[in-house]
């Protein structure tokens, strides 16, 4: 799973993508300023820059899964290994992921 931010006709637009890859969280920017990627981060609904990071909301990108009690337990899944990495917010509302830049 990854999150693309990337401008599309002159507009920058936050989208989940490859959610069925769940061992790869990461953020992708593509031909945008870390400012322009926080904002369509935080107008999507899904998280905010936080210099080589972003803290992304992990309720939102759940939402963007097929919802199947498999792909619910594997995202579940995903986030109780962030959290052993210390890599989930204090109440565990956010997962940090690394910005991958092109």
């Not at 799973?1 to 931010?5: A, N």
């Given at each position: 799973?990854?999150?693309?931010?990337a401008s599309e006709g002159g507009v920058v637009r936050a989208s989940v993508e490859d959610t069925?890859?769940?061992r790869q969280l990461r953020v992708e920017l593509r031909?945008?300023?870390d400012a322009q990627a926080d904002e369509a981060l935080r107008a999507a609904g899904?998280?905010?820059v936080e210099g080589d990071h972003a803290w992304l909301i992990?309720?939102?990108l759940r939402l963007a899964g097929?919802?199947?009690s498999?792909?619910?337990?594997d995202f579940y899944g995903m986030l109780a290994y962030a959290k052993t990495r210390g890599w989930m917010n204090a109440d565990g509302s956010q997962v940090r992921a690394?910005?991958?830049?092109?």
């Open positions: 799973m990854f999150v693309l931010v069925v890859n769940l031909g945008v300023s899904l998280g905010t992990a309720d939102s097929d919802g199947s498999g792909w619910t337990a690394h910005i991958v830049r092109s």
